[in-house]
């Protein structure tokens, strides 16, 4: 596909997103109520946020409510509440609490200005329609409406994982507080791993901890072993909110668990469907976690061939086909797909599906349920009506076809790498673990030579061998055998054993000096006299 066609294409989908917008808007202005796969107690809009803010002002959070968020959460909700607000309960406090009203609506908006800055730096052709994507999109858009932590969790992430911060220092301290937010959130950052990245992840680690100990001297709850048992309480939990799991979920893996659900889903649903579903699944998941295994394989073997953002993506990924942290947990991922250049077929397809993902509502098979309650959008009694959609089928497997599309162009890129240079399989960084002339061993420290020349000469190195091996070079062999003196070569001197003699007329000293003026990033073509000069 063109690049013409590639930004139609984005175009139309970022309408069509805006269209599913305006389509949730008209349904809520005609029955009070926001349409599935937003949460059907219509009563509940915020509570994420003001129910942890209602613990986070009051003893108990981890023994009595037994909460699974790690301390900062509480940390941040104590500085952005008003205590007065939640003496009573969590419903009082929602009412009351405008300061808190006010922050999520502003980091909402800190969301949007920074997925604009960051998609704008990576691509500032697609960077409009992919904002909007994200903007008005219904992961963020569900985020907004749950009130969920992951709105601020995201202002960390994107500086973590985006191209916005350069500091090393910085982004260490983003990826720390994104772990302390949500804890699964140590997938991506482990991407710096698999780079090889190995200061950057240490830094992160170290702030992490220390980030950690800081909010748990300030809550003064929150040990590991509190939250190991809660988590255990939790999971346990879960399992008999089957309904809740498939509403808006990034797997099928709540799908197993449906004959053990209080609804009587067999009144909607075939026998055999169900077996069927019972059996395709946990073949869909394992599938999905061998690709993904294989195409993290195949970034060690190469951590000069991908992105951190694609290796993190596809870790992410294939944690959400495993398990659901809930469909809000998709913008995470989101950003990372928006990410990725259009050039090829896979990112291609999984830019695509991120576009699909982001399609507000959803598309009725069965009415499972029917409500009688207040709106608290609406202020005004509705009935809800909500039960089987297309979307609890189609939304998974969008996920799982993004993990295959970005595995499967990561192996690609892999292979081709390997046409250029060979494999890595230490634990040193790829800027050590060749030489400059294809021998292994510590890199020159002689000749002083910018980051983009030695990639440079590195990936023609095949060149010098050829021309090496046919002595395909100026001069002829009857020369060099008369004893003609070799002109020497800075790079080959350099590396070149003590006494041994330095082949002459090095192509790969041709290289040097040809890459002072055809492929330096930052300037210009030099002017003719200037290139003859350098020639020379």
Same mark, same amino acid.
């Given at each position: ?65 037994? &909460? ?5 959460? *509480?940390?941040?909700?104590?500085? %952005? ?6 003496? #009573?309960?969590?419903? #009082? ?30 691509? +500032? ?7 909007? !994507? ?14 969920? $932590? ?14 916005? $911060? ?7 301290? !983003? ?8 804890? #699964?959130? /140590? ?27 800081? %909010? ?33 979920? &990034?797997? #099928? ?19 055999? &469907? ?13 599938? %999905? ?35 659901? +942290?809930?469909?809000?947990?998709? @913008? ?9 250049? &259009? ?16 399609? /507000? ?53 892999? @292979? ?33 030579? @910018?980051?983009?020349?030695?990639? *440079? ?8 061998? @050829? ?16 004893? !003609? ?25 041709? $290289? ?25």
């Amino acid at each position: 596909m063109s690049r013409r066609a590639g930004l139609w294409l984005e175009a139309a989908l970022s309408l069509l997103v805006l269209a599913s917008l305006g389509s949730a808007m008209l349904f809520f202005s005609r029955n009070g109520y926001l349409p599935q796969p937003f949460v059907f107690d219509t009563n509940d809009t915020f509570m994420d946020w003001f129910n942890t803010a209602y613990w986070a002002n009051n003893p108990g959070a981890f023994s009595v409510w037994r &909460t699974i968020y790690p301390p900062l959460s *509480f940390a941040f909700l104590d500085l %952005t509440t008003l205590p007065n607000c939640y003496l #009573y309960s969590a419903f #009082y406090a929602r009412d009351c609490d405008w300061l808190a009203k006010t922050t999520i609506i502003a980091f909402y908006l800190l969301d949007i200005a920074l997925l604009w800055l960051s998609f704008r730096r990576a691509n +500032p052709a697609t960077a409009p329609m992919r904002t909007i !994507a994200m903007a008005f999109g219904l992961p963020l858009l569900f985020t907004l409406e749950r009130g969920n $932590l992951i709105l601020v969790c995201m202002v960390p992430f994107i500086l973590a994982h985006g191209p916005l $911060l350069r500091s090393k220092l910085w982004r260490g301290v !983003a990826a720390a507080a994104t772990i302390n937010f949500k804890p #699964y959130l /140590v997938l991506p950052v482990l991407a710096l791993a698999l780079k090889r990245e190995w200061r950057l992840l240490e830094l992160a680690g170290i702030a992490t901890v220390a980030l950690y100990l800081l %909010t748990l001297a300030w809550v003064g709850a929150g040990t590991p072993g509190e939250l190991a048992a809660n988590t255990a309480n939790w999971v346990a939990f879960q399992t008999g909110q089957v309904w809740n799991e498939i509403n808006y979920s &990034t797997s #099928y893996a709540p799908f197993l668990n449906m004959r053990a659900a209080n609804v009587p889903l067999l009144e909607f649903v075939p026998s055999r &469907t169900l077996e069927g579903i019972e059996l395709a699944v946990p073949l869909v998941i394992t599938a %999905t976690q061998i690709v993904a295994l294989t195409a993290l394989a195949a970034a060690w073997l190469q951590p000069r061939a991908l992105a951190p953002a694609r290796i993190a993506a596809i870790l992410m990924g294939a944690y959400l086909v495993t398990q659901s +942290p809930g469909g809000y947990a998709q @913008a995470f991922l989101l950003f990372l797909v928006f990410l990725e250049p &259009t050039r090829r077929a896979g990112p291609m397809v999984a830019v695509v599906c991120g576009y699909l993902l982001c399609l /507000v509502g959803d598309i009725s098979l069965a009415t499972i349920m029917e409500l009688s309650t207040v709106s608290w959008l609406s202020e005004r009694s509705v009935t809800p009506e909500f039960g089987l959609t297309w979307g609890h089928f189609v939304r998974p497997m969008v996920l799982v076809v993004i993990v295959w599309a970005l595995s499967f162009d990561a192996i690609v890129q892999v @292979a081709r790498a390997h046409i250029w240079r060979p494999p890595s399989l230490g634990l040193a960084g790829h800027d050590r673990a060749a030489g400059h002339c294809g021998v292994g061993g510590p890199a020159r420290s002689g000749m002083a030579e @910018a980051g983009w020349r030695a990639d *440079f000469l590195h990936r023609w190195d095949w060149i010098y061998r @050829a021309v090496d091996a046919r002595n395909i070079d100026a001069g002829s062999d009857s020369s060099r055998s008369a004893g !003609a003196e070799p002109r020497s070569c800075a790079l080959c001197a350099n590396r070149a054993p003590s006494g041994a003699a330095v082949p002459g007329n090095c192509w790969r000293d041709r $290289l040097i000096r040809l890459s002072r003026w055809r492929v330096h990033p930052h300037h210009s073509w030099r002017d003719r006299s200037q290139r003859r000069a350098d020639r020379q």
